[in-house]
């Protein structure tokens, strides 16, 4: 429980929470996953890596909140391997983009500007409502306090997408895309990696937190 740098990926205890509470994470949990699919259409249509990678962190909140609705109650090994498949999953998604930057190293394309700023616009939008809807939580439970962190770091890379949405335009090359694109994606690992580590130490018995 020491990971303080980054609240993405940290499954929330939904037992302690009020209805009210449950509410707002199934409503961020619905903003995620939107938002995801549409950042993956938007990468589709517009050939943009940035749209790409920035969508995982989307995925993996969605599948973190969906997570932590789903084992309540549930024992700390299967907590635990929930996590484990989780984690399997994202990283499978970050193989994926991570071989589409690299494709798309050697098959350089200019981004459709348009397609990607209003994708781009419109995730920083959904990470803003995810925010205010997380803030009256901020200081109160635990839990909330780490969905808030985790939607404030979102926030940033909502702006990262857009920035990299106007590099394109100003720029007229497709760098500042992939740029970004590599950036996100190693973030999104760092955080991914101690994720996984601690649901690995979880599932192997040592766990001196007893929740
Ligand atoms: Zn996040």
Redesign the pocket.
């Known amino acids: 429980m020491t990971d303080s740098c980054c609240g993405?990926g940290k499954a929330i205890d939904v037992r302690a929470l009020e209805a009210r509470q449950r509410r707002v994470l199934v409503a961020v949990l619905a903003i995620n996953l939107l938002t995801f699919l549409l950042m993956v259409a938007g990468a589709w249509y517009s050939r943009s890596s940035s749209l790409l990678s920035g969508a995982l962190?989307n995925l993996?909140?969605a599948l973190t909140y969906a997570m932590s609705l789903a084992v309540v109650g549930a024992g700390l090994q299967a907590k635990a391997r929930v996590a484990l498949l989780k984690g399997v999953l994202i990283l499978g998604a970050a193989a994926a983009v991570a071989v589409q930057i690299v494709w798309r190293l050697f098959h350089p394309a200019v981004p459709l500007f348009e397609g990607m700023g209003v994708i781009a616009l419109l995730n920083l939008g959904a990470n803003l409502v995810c925010l205010k809807l997380l803030t009256p939580y901020r200081g109160g439970d635990i839990n909330l306090a780490s969905a808030w962190e985790?939607s404030r770091?979102?926030v940033y890379e909502g702006f990262a997408v857009l920035a990299a949405a106007l590099g394109v335009w100003m720029f007229g090359t497709g760098w500042p895309d992939l740029l970004i694109a590599g950036v996100l994606l190693l973030l999104f690992l760092r955080s991914a990696w101690r994720v996984l580590g601690s649901a690995w130490r979880e599932m192997k018995g040592d766990t001196a937190t007893g929740q």
Do not use: R, S, V
Request: hydrophobic residues 0%; contains cysteine.
């Open positions: 993405c962190d993996g909140d985790c770091n979102d």
